[in-house]
């Protein structure tokens, strides 16, 4: 099997869809008999790219740097007139626009992508249903049944959308050091009660709800990894004593930070999928169930999916203060409830790594380039949805000058901030 995996953005970096394509093809690269990676890169770069796979041929694409949206077209443009992708079995993608161009001009593709496109941008349904109906698209490889099931209300064939969840890199985590020595290692005192959140220190992953709980557990160190410079959290941080802010870590330095937690922190928020879209299953879930600490998350309808409470995760009410506080004050004080649940989720973690993602995703493609050709089913009322929703989307871009369109309602599951009880369920389950 030859793969021609094609990225549109410039490496090396530090964004997670770089992480995702990069982690998936490397251990995909070993299963394949030739691979090519067709990417972008500056005038006069070299065409061997930092945080290339190994063992990867890398060609450069005719495409500028700036502005981001010619250069994703020109990199489809520039991928149809290279050898090597009429040399290819097939297109590895994570753009719709050059999966597009792949099946137009007689390859097959493989599309693998975290967004529910098709509820995001509505008006690209009846281009997507086409696309996906091709013969020669293969699969839509979703990273959660949260986005597998938005495509399939829009009756594209079920062997066509297969969710294999993201991983992430034992090598990340080794060697794994004990919390005190981990804490020293940063500086701080072994006493000290850590809660961590590693990832992306911005507005658009709740994280103004932490800076809030932080307030009211002054006897907890609040550390977040991940800031790019002053934005609004760090605003927000800046006069609350027990907040501490660390810059962006690369995976060696990270791990010191992963295990001096006394417990990790996913922000129980809506707003990373509801509002900005930009978050399914964040990346960092799945290292934190590797690390072996204890997990605090919300209980949205994505993480659900992986995290189950009071199994291997304290979940609580999303956007609910009471809730979160609540849960850092269960896990601090309740030493076994915290093992047990960090040991469940360390336990389940031993599948979901790189490796094994890449290697369902091979299966899948080995059956499925032999698989017959199935067509859904598209109805009046499917019609009638997507009229309705692209006018809710015209009008969300003209209001908020956003092209990305919000989900119409939220889970009933959701909805409602009931902190009460919520430590005594966990004991009772």
């Known amino acids: 099997m030859r793969i021609l995996f094609t990225f549109e953005n410039t490496l090396p970096s530090t964004e997670a869809d770089a992480e995702v394509f990069m982690a998936t093809a490397k251990y995909l690269v070993p299963l394949t008999s030739r691979s090519w990676l067709h990417l972008p890169a500056p005038a006069g770069g070299s065409c061997v790219a930092d945080g290339a796979p190994a063992g990867i041929s890398v060609i450069r694409a005719y495409a500028p740097i700036r502005p981001a949206l010619l250069r994703h077209i020109c990199c489809g443009l520039s991928m149809v007139i290279r050898k090597e992708f009429y040399q290819a079995d097939l297109v590895y993608t994570r753009n719709l626009w050059v999966a597009w161009l792949a099946v137009l001009f007689g390859r097959q593709v493989v599309f693998d992508h975290y967004r529910p496109w098709s509820d995001q941008i509505p008006p690209l349904q009846p281009w997507i249903r086409g696309l996906v109906h091709n ?191 609540a849960g850092i004050e269960t896990l601090m004080g309740d030493a076994a409830l915290a093992a047990r649940l960090a040991a469940t989720a360390l336990a389940d973690s031993r599948e979901l790594t790189w490796d094994s993602r890449a290697h369902r995703i091979a299966d899948i493609i080995t059956e499925r380039r032999s698989a017959p050709v199935v067509r859904g089913v598209r109805s009046r009322r499917q019609s009638r949805a997507w009229m309705r929703q692209s006018g809710r989307w015209l009008i969300h871009l003209v209001r908020r000058r956003s092209w990305i369109l919000p989900p119409r309602t939220v889970p009933e599951k959701e909805q409602s901030c009931q902190p009460v009880g919520i430590a005594k369920r966990i004991r009772l389950g």
């Not at 977040?224 to 660390?246: D, K, Q």
Request: with cysteine; charged share 25%; proline share 9%.
């Open 135 to 325: 013969r020669r698209f293969l699969v839509n490889i979703c990273h959660s049944d949260y986005t597998r099931n938005t495509y399939r209300e829009l009756g594209l064939p079920e062997d066509k959308l297969r969710c294999v969840r993201n991983g992430f890199e034992p090598l990340h985590l080794q060697p794994p050091l004990p919390i005190e020595t981990a804490k020293r290692r940063i500086g701080i005192p072994a006493d000290i009660r850590t809660v961590v959140y590693t990832g992306r220190v911005n507005h658009k992953k709740g994280l103004s709800l932490v800076v809030e709980a932080a307030k009211r557990l002054p006897d907890f160190l609040f550390i977040l990894v991940g800031s790019y410079g002053e934005g609004p959290i760090e605003t927000m941080a800046r006069s609350v004593p027990n907040i501490r802010i660390v810059p962006w870590q690369p995976p060696e330095a990270l791990r010191y930070y992963v295990f001096a937690a006394d417990m990790l922190l996913i922000p129980p928020s809506r707003q990373p999928l509801a509002e900005f879209g930009s978050t399914v299953l964040p990346l960092k879930l799945f290292l934190y169930m590797a690390s072996g600490r204890p997990i605090v998350a919300g209980e949205t309808v994505d993480v659900r999916e992986v995290l189950k409470h009071g199994v291997n995760a304290f979940l609580c009410r999303p956007d609910c203060l009471g809730s979160l506080i």
